[in-house]
């Protein structure tokens, strides 16, 4: 499975902001086992980009429509 991180997420997912899903993290409205902190980095799996974007429509952060973009 690729990680990424929450910076590159963001710009994948249309709309996101880094600090919109780090804070989504923070708050634990996203699963805080499935993106370990390596590094010192914040690493979001591929396969999560679609249920963040979720988390992030719930938050109001994006709008209703909104898909990742993953290629």
């Given at each position: 499975m690729?990680?990424?991180?929450v910076?590159?997420?963001?710009r994948l997912i249309p709309g996101a902001k880094?600090?919109?899903i780090s804070t989504l993290l923070?708050?634990?409205?996203?699963?805080?086992e499935r993106c370990p902190?390596?590094?010192g980095r914040r690493m979001i799996?591929?396969?999560y980009l679609d249920g963040i974007a979720i988390e992030l429509r719930r938050a109001g952060k994006l709008p209703r429509k909104q898909?990742?973009?993953?290629?």
């Open positions: 690729s990680h990424i991180t910076s590159e997420a963001a880094p600090k919109d923070y708050i634990r409205a996203l699963d805080d902190i390596i590094g799996p591929l396969d898909v990742a973009n993953v290629r």
